[in-house]
Each structure stands twice: as structure tokens, then as C-alpha cells.
């Protein structure tokens, strides 16, 4: 996930490079990325926990930033879409 909120940060610069106008879409998408990593980390420190109580706190930590990082992306899609169909 974090590849392809890297890959529509780049097309998203192309686009605001070619119609000479800015978006607060890639702001997001990076704020996007970290959550995802984040998310991944948790999950593999989950993986690797010995404590059975740490690890379920670790786990439903990872699943909510996991969740929360997918709502985020699906709302930057919106407005990417209002975006360029304004364009």
C-alpha cells in the first residue's frame, strides 16, 4: 500500500505540474504512506511478540491504524477525483 500511495503522489505531480496547479492530495497520501507503514510494523512486531497480552494490544492497534489508512485513502480518491474533473 505504501508503493501505490508513492506511486499517485508522482501522478499526482504530473498533473499538478501540467496544469500548473497545486493539490493538498499528495500531503495526504504521504500522511497516508506512514500510516500503512506503521500498520505493517505493528503487525510484524505482533508476529514476533512473546506476551500474549502485548501482542493482542499491538494487534488491534495495527488493525486500526490498517483501517484508518484505508478510509484516508479511499477519501483522497474522492477528492482526487473532484480534483481533476475540475481540471
Not at 512486531?45 to 486500526?64: C, G, K, T, Y
Not at 483522497?76 to 481540471?87: N, P
Amino acid at each position: 500500500m505504501v508503493g501505490v500511495c508513492l506511486t499517485v503522489i508522482g501522478l499526482v505531480q504530473i498533473v499538478a505540474a501540467l496544469s500548473k496547479t497545486g493539490t493538498f492530495a499528495d500531503d495526504l497520501l504521504a500522511i497516508d504512506s506512514l500510516m500503512f507503514l506503521t500498520a505493517s510494523l505493528s503487525s510484524y512486531w505482533v508476529l514476533r511478540a512473546r506476551n500474549a497480552r502485548r501482542s493482542h494490544q499491538v494487534e488491534r492497534f495495527a488493525d486500526a491504524v490498517f483501517i484508518i489508512a484505508m478510509t484516508l485513502m479511499a477519501c483522497i480518491c474522492g477528492f482526487l477525483v473532484y480534483e481533476i474533473s475540475r481540471i
